[in-house]
């Protein structure tokens, strides 16, 4: 069974940072590329950062400069460090595999507060 856990999240001030972490499980993890998705309340799921196997990498504008994605593929792990973070940002966050299948996590809170 696969699955995407998320941790990591939580409230914090704006300009303050948090750390999400994701780490599948029943995938091989270096054949999948990871992403991080973002749902705000009445608003569509959007993608905010991106890593292939190589480590090529790809953001949302509205996070650029701020947010950085990585990966620990002995680890199993993917990552989301978010710095400067604003209310904006307070949103769902959902880790996403993406191969020959695509699976999903359950989604982690992040809220900012102004």
């Known amino acids: 069974q696969v699955q995407l856990v998320e941790s990591g999240g939580g409230l914090v001030q704006a300009g303050g940072s948090l750390r999400l972490s994701c780490a599948p499980s029943?995938?091989?993890?270096?054949?999948?590329?990871m992403g991080w998705y973002r749902q705000a309340p009445g608003k569509q799921r959007e993608l905010v950062a991106r890593?292939?196997?190589?480590?090529?990498?790809n953001y949302a504008d509205s996070v650029r400069g701020r947010f950085t994605i990585s990966r620990d593929n002995g680890k199993n792990t993917v990552y989301l460090q978010m710095n400067n973070l604003k209310p904006e940002d307070t949103a769902v966050y959902y880790c996403?595999?993406?191969?020959?299948?695509?699976?999903w996590g359950q989604g982690a809170q992040v809220t900012v507060s102004s």
């Open positions: 890593i292939t196997v190589g480590g090529t990498t």
């Open positions: 996403n595999a993406w191969g020959a299948y695509v699976y």
């Open positions: 029943g995938i091989i993890f270096n054949t999948y590329t």
